[in-house]
């Protein structure tokens, strides 16, 4: 049989399986995170490698090991190795699956994989798993269901994510930074726009989404924008920087004081520093001040400011210290004292006829303005939804039903950490899974300053090299036999490597992460790369390149 | 006509079965002297199909009349060849015996390694093996170390290295063959790391290249 590895010999469902390695299957070969196969009588069982162990039948070996360079003993190792001493594979089962081999009726439940809860028998064989095995258990990239997002680490098969499943719930990108969390982004949100799974909002803090950026060899890789052409439009909040880069953005997004409300104050407490209850004097100035509230804060005078105190009962310090705070959100190039027409209105109905956006942050790259900005968007959109929602229960027609809205936000645990998460948006959106067809790509290099609860409604985690134990314990948050996979998580390599969990995945895999260049432009347009280029050439003459 | 009695016409022709048992046979070397090797594989066919293989595993020259012991007949300058010389009697009151330990036997076209239903027929010729024929039984399976380990009154280690000296060198696998054949054997002495070792340290000469 070819590509086998070795026999089943011991284990449990609850502590995992133990295979004898073959003689001839070099241990070295056989890593963790390999995908292995277990043909039992009934089913097929679908393993990860846990660990491997040196074992010896006899202990005597041990403690008098022919370790002389002579050849006498190098002989005595050659014949020991496989035999006397040998190795055993750890395997965790995870899936399994009918056996189409054996003579027997199966149930429609059997043909999909489903979590192993049972073992298969002693001396079951154990193999690598083959590309059909892949094609079974992951799906093949079809450009529509399924995307292609890397290969498994020893093999060259395509291992591919579901993506109507990825798009029902909020995921995770996880990843210390320069592991190539921004390429796997990149790459995911191809694979959702290239099959319409959701319509994509993209904060992009350090404009890499949009137009071309450089990797981390410096080479140029194209931008959404630059793949999709009119599918993906490019807005900006600095539009200078912007038409510096060479992107031709549909639009410069202002945003006018009126559109920010107490809500988007209570997540800058951090980036502010504001004082526990400028919040609650925020939220007077609201009440009594109306949708104006921050620009006629901000005009009051001394006087004024000590009248309104009184008259209306606040805290004059308080409300003083909120003023010059905001002073700060007044100063963001982007925040316009009054707008006459809302910037956003465009955005919103953007995304609303199914096109994907990408906002750029340019040099307003800073945490005030990114968290400002997201939130006063992605609030009037939760609401958009939540009343296009609503209108769909009542309708029950299909035609309403909401377009399924995915949102990627980086720096994450900014907006969803424990406090944040209780009074965002973006919390709400994270607990209320796809309730209302917003989700969030969550995109973080900390991912234990993530709120647990919003942790465990994560739906996909693919992550990269973590160092820090509290971000590796993080994201094991609401997964079972988390600590089988810690191990592998803690051998990934530090780039093109990541291990992918999840709702969208029916078992953890460890996989290379596709390249993202030419070939792949090609796979993903559906043309060829040189077809690519012309396009783009053709932009450049239709549009030019200043 | 040889010392010991039978013409030495066909090729191979070591001696005749004088005992025979299920587990072993012993026969006469058909000449003083010129037993098979410690080790070798040799072969007792029957009319009806059925071979037997035994191992090597005793050799012995005395006396015939197995009441008589010899005795000294060197004297003066008159040692070792030339005590022959000068005794021309000596190969006919002498004769060179080994024993066969029964290794397995083929019955048609299959080998089998386990003991065969009959015993080696008295007076039968016994063969060495050619070495097409050992090849042929050692691919089959190596389940016949089983039977050189635990047979009794034997230099059983002794025996079993000899056995895979000879089968490396007469089947020109070398230390292909006795890689396979340490593999097995680490099997059957898996409990037992030391006996292991010192049958694989005489298979191989110190100094020789792996």
Avoid at chain 1, 374 to 398: F, Q, S
Avoid at chain 1, 401 to 406: E, N, S
Avoid at chain 1, 520 to 546: K, N, Q, T
Avoid at chain 2, 48 to 71: F, K, M, N
Wanted: charge should be negative; proline fraction near 4%; include cysteine.
């Amino acid at each position: 049989m070819t590509g086998r590895l070795g026999l089943l010999v011991a284990g449990s469902v609850a502590e995992g399986l133990s295979a004898r390695l073959d003689p001839a299957v070099p241990i070295e070969d056989v890593r963790l995170g390999k995908f292995v196969k277990i043909v039992g009588q009934k089913y097929e069982y679908f393993c990860l490698v846990t660990d491997v162990q040196l074992d010896s039948a006899n202990n005597d070996v041990l403690r008098d090991p022919p370790g002389d360079p002579n050849k006498i003993d190098a002989f005595l190792r050659q014949v020991l190795s496989g035999t006397t001493t040998y190795a055993l594979v750890k395997l965790k089962p995870e899936l399994m699956l009918a056996n189409l081999a054996a003579d027997m009726q199966f149930e429609d439940a059997d043909m999909v994989p489903r979590p192993a809860r049972t073992i298969p028998p002693h001396f079951s064989n154990v193999s690598d798993a083959t590309l059909a095995d892949f094609e079974r258990v992951f799906g093949r990239d079809d450009g529509k269901n399924h995307f292609q997002i890397g290969q498994p680490i020893d093999m060259d098969v395509p291992v591919c994510v579901d993506l109507r499943r990825f798009v029902e719930r909020s995921n995770g990108i996880f990843g210390k930074s320069g592991t190539g969390k921004s390429f796997l982004t990149r790459l995911i949100l191809c694979g959702v726009i290239k099959a319409s799974a959701a319509v994509n909002l993209i904060f992009d803090m350090h404009s890499e989404y949009g137009w071309s950026a450089k990797n981390e060899e410096g080479t140029e890789v194209k931008g959404l924008s630059q793949l999709f052409g009119g599918r993906v439009a490019v807005y900006t909040l600095d539009m200078e920087s912007s038409r510096g880069r060479g992107v031709k953005p549909a639009g410069e997004i202002k945003i006018a004081l009126r559109e920010i409300s107490v809500a988007d104050i209570a997540l800058l407490q951090d980036e502010l520093r504001l004082h526990r209850t400028a919040v609650e004097s925020a939220a007077l100035c609201e009440d009594k001040l109306g949708d104006d509230w921050v620009a006629r804060l901000l005009d009051m005078n001394g006087e004024e400011l000590t009248d309104f105190a009184n008259l209306e009962g606040g805290n004059h310090a308080s409300l003083s210290a909120l003023r010059s705070k905001l002073r700060l959100i007044d100063r963001l190039p982007f925040v316009e004292r009054s707008l006459e027409r809302s910037t956003l209105d465009q955005v919103i109905a953007q995304l609303e006829r199914g096109q994907h956006v990408v906002l750029e942050f340019g040099r307003q790259r800073n945490l005030l303005a990114y968290i400002l900005a997201t939130n006063v968007i992605t609030r009037r959109l939760h609401e958009l939804w939540v009343k296009k929602t609503e209108r769909y229960w009542n309708t029950k027609d299909e035609a309403d039903r909401p377009r399924p809205l995915m949102i990627t936000i980086e720096e994450a645990h900014k907006f969803l950490n424990s406090e944040a998460a209780r009074q965002t948006t973006f919390g709400t959106i994270a607990r209320e899974l796809r309730k209302f067809y917003v989700t969030l790509l969550v995109v973080d290099q900390r991912p234990s300053g993530i709120d647990a609860e919003v942790l465990s409604q994560i739906g996909t985690r693919i992550t990269c090299q973590l160092n820090d134990e509290r971000d590796i314990d993080a994201i094991f948050t609401g997964v079972s036999g988390g600590s089988h996979l810690r191990t592998v998580l803690a051998t990934l390599d530090s780039r093109e490597q990541a291990l992918v969990l999840g709702h969208a995945v029916p078992m953890p895999m460890m996989v290379r992460t596709r390249k993202y260049d030419p070939l792949f432009y090609a796979a993903i347009g559906g043309d060829s790369a040189e077809v690519v280029l012309a396009r783009s050439r053709r932009y450049e003459e239709i549009f030019g390149d200043e | 006509m040889s010392h010991n009695g039978i013409a030495h016409v066909e090729p191979g022709l070591t001696g005749e079965v004088v005992e025979a048992s299920t587990s072993e046979f012993l026969a006469q070397a058909l000449e003083l002297d010129a037993a098979p090797p410690f080790g070798a594989f040799v072969e007792v066919a029957a009319d009806d199909a059925l071979t037997v293989y035994g191992v090597v595993a005793h050799v012995q020259t005395a006396g015939i009349d197995p009441g008589s012991r010899a005795i000294m007949r060197g004297h003066g300058d008159v040692r070792d060849e030339r005590i022959y010389q000068e005794n021309p009697d000596l190969p006919l009151v002498l004769r060179t015996t080994f024993r066969a330990l029964v290794v397995g036997f083929t019955e048609g076209q299959e080998i089998h390694q386990f003991l065969p239903p009959r015993p080696a027929r008295l007076h039968y010729s016994v063969f060495t093996c050619p070495p097409l024929t050992v090849r042929r039984f050692t691919r089959e399976g190596l389940e016949f170390f089983q039977a050189l380990l635990t047979a009794s009154e034997v230099p059983n280690d002794e025996l079993l290295a000899a056995n895979l000296r000879y089968i490396a060198a007469e089947t020109g696998e070398g230390q292909a063959f006795l890689e396979r054949a340490g593999r097995e054997l680490a099997q059957l002495l898996r409990a037992d790391y030391a006996r292991l070792t010192a049958i694989l340290r005489r298979c191989l000469a110190p100094g020789e290249t792996v």
